[in-house]
């Protein structure tokens, strides 16, 4: 197990620290020793990676319950998409002498993702040997990184072209959206404590796309206020839950049970990438269409990446078309993906 | 700079270690303790003695599990003894070393008091009387218990989810409840990513027989209809085995919580307790009864002397894919696999 060399316990003293973390996730960690001799713990951090932007060397003393010091550290975004740090723990007496020291390497990883080079002129639609309709060739992009990326399409400066939701599913998501912003409305009036939180809830389900960092913050805050929410208050969670049901199997004739799990396949890329808006089609004109393509990238922790804009590519059509986003990438595994 | 405990971020500047609302909860809510546990305590007559007093937060039912060892100093004058106890939902009374024969007193329960059958105390008996009541103070388990677990492992290791919880103020734990005070089965949801790799499992004949039911069911034109009924028929003697929606229920059926159950174990101070499909807030895409992850809840024990609870949920991918595998009649399984 991964794990189990961090929990070895030297002489009495257990020091933990994960073996692995997300990028810009906490890192917790604490110290366990007998108590006695030991009077301060230094605890030495790497650069840039933790932190701070230089190395930190930090004693803790004083120590109000004896044997026992917990820490919680920020890790930041670095731009390689693996690095290994090392954080190290010295227990010291009081006359600043070394009684034990444990070093822990963590290995900080975020989903990365990377672009072929880009053609610079494609044709599309064309139906695959899959049986899929994609670009040709469509663009490569593989996430070279060890974390799950998200991904939302947008086209940007392409006035010959449009990325929009599919009639089918804009039906159903706006009758879906409307019919649980009633459910979530009704469930306020009994549940007056969490109306502020389900208000919060309603505005991002009106939201528009791409997310915004201000959405992402708040699709954090939001993440963690309803936890807690659904961990104090079963009544609440399941009029929550029922909320969310009864709207979306009011509307389930507009989806059928074969198109749902369809579209929830095309939305999964390889190598730990999900597009967010697979299902929105590319709509373009007849003759050259200059395409310009936006990557905003977030992870699992709605972490704030920059946005990658792709190379401009003229697409040359016969006739006015449409593909679907999923039909626009090849996502290349990279290893281990 | 600060060495208080968990009172510093190696930073000076931002720091979420500690956080000063959670503190004023966290104060509140133990202050609120204290006194619920002080109004219990009036309650008690006499011929009952308190010696000692342990104080327990009941995570599932969020209540507070109050135990109090207790001397009968004299022989009880009446059969039953009334402690003033509002609010109890819960009482009894274990012999610790008793003269009696009678293990576990009876113990009626009522909205405001509690009656405690004196028939078979006698004077020197001791007793442990437990008592549960609602708790009062809101979010004080938050306030109190800091949890971290991590979104996902890298890819190219297996799927383990470290978990760490630890109190975040120990020192007012110990100051005011020396006798002790633990918190009993904190919940700790972490959600598994599930979507990995399923789509490599997921033959492309099988994508191709939905692509054609799917335009089937859209096709008005009866002719239309026709020729892809046929093609739909053709796809799906093309896979042989079963029929699409009984795959797509079967399919569903491994995101029930007791089939799911059987691809995570737990590992360490924390124990499995439930799963459920997760939510999904940034879909725009009209799936909820596809998961693209499973909330899995474990519990784990912390208190006075228990400082932290550290733990790895493991989500056994490769047995969930080939179980995909099998609904998918793409595996041939020996007689004496599971």
Redesign the interface.
Known sequence: ???AEQ?ETIAGTNV?V?????QG????A?V?WEPGEVTTIR?R?PAKS???RHD?V????????SG???????TRHVDTG?LRVTVAFQLLDRMGRTLRQVEREV?L?RPLLKVEPIPLSVFGPKINE??VTNLQPPLGVSNVG???A?VFVQLVDTPTARIS?PAR?GE??KR?RDDLLKGVREVAKDFPKYSPLLGAYAS?LESS?P?SESIKRR?RS??RRL??AF??SDDFLEAFVGS??RA?FK?LE????????????N??G???V?L????DTLHFGKGPNVLRFRLHVT???WGEYPWIDLEPIVLNAMEPGEIPVYGLFSWSAS??? | ?S????A????DK?D??VDDKDQRVAERGLSSVVRQTDAVLRGIPSPIQVLNTTVQVLCPK?TLGLSFAVRITANPETSKIRLNASGVVFAQLRSIVSSSSTPLVRAEVSPSRVSLDSSHMSAGDLYSLDLEVPIRP??L??ALV?R?A?????????S?Y?M?A???Y??SL?RRYPGGFDLRDV?F?V?V?I??H???V?P?SF??E??A??DL?AERSPYEKDILGRRHVAAMRRRGHGN??EL?GN?QALFFPESFRKYVEV??DFVYDSCERG?S??????????P?AMNVVSRAQLGVNH??A?G?L?YKRQDFLDRVKDVMGLRVRSPTQP
Not at chain 2, 150 to 158: A, G, N, R
């Open positions: 197990m991964v794990l929990l933990y994960p073996a692995t973390c997300l996730e906490d890192l917790p604490h366990r605890v951090v933790i932190i701070d930190r930090v004693d803790f003393s004083a120590f109000k319950v026992f010091l917990g820490l919680v550290f920020e693996k290995l990883f899959h049986g060890d974390g799950t998200l939701q599913i159903f998501f879906y991002i796309s997310p699709l939001l993440d936890g807690r961990e104090k969310v049901s979306f509307n507009v989806v059928t049970e074969m198109h749902s799990f369809l579209d929830y396949l939305s999964i390889y190598g730990r999900i967010m808006n697979s299902l992870d699992l922790q290893a281990g993906g | 700079m060495n208080d405990l968990f510093d971020s190696l930073a931002r979420r270690l969020n809101t979010g388990v938050d800091r971290d991590t979104h996902e492992s890298p890819k190219s290791t297996d383990e470290w760490h630890q109190i975040r120990p020192e110990t919940e949801p959600s990513a979507t990995e399923l789509k490599t997921i492309r994508i191709q939905l692509e039911g799917v069911l699409t929606m797509l399919l590992f360490d939510l807030f940034y879909d725009s895409l009209p799936f909820p009864t596809w693209r400082w932290f550290d790895v493991k």
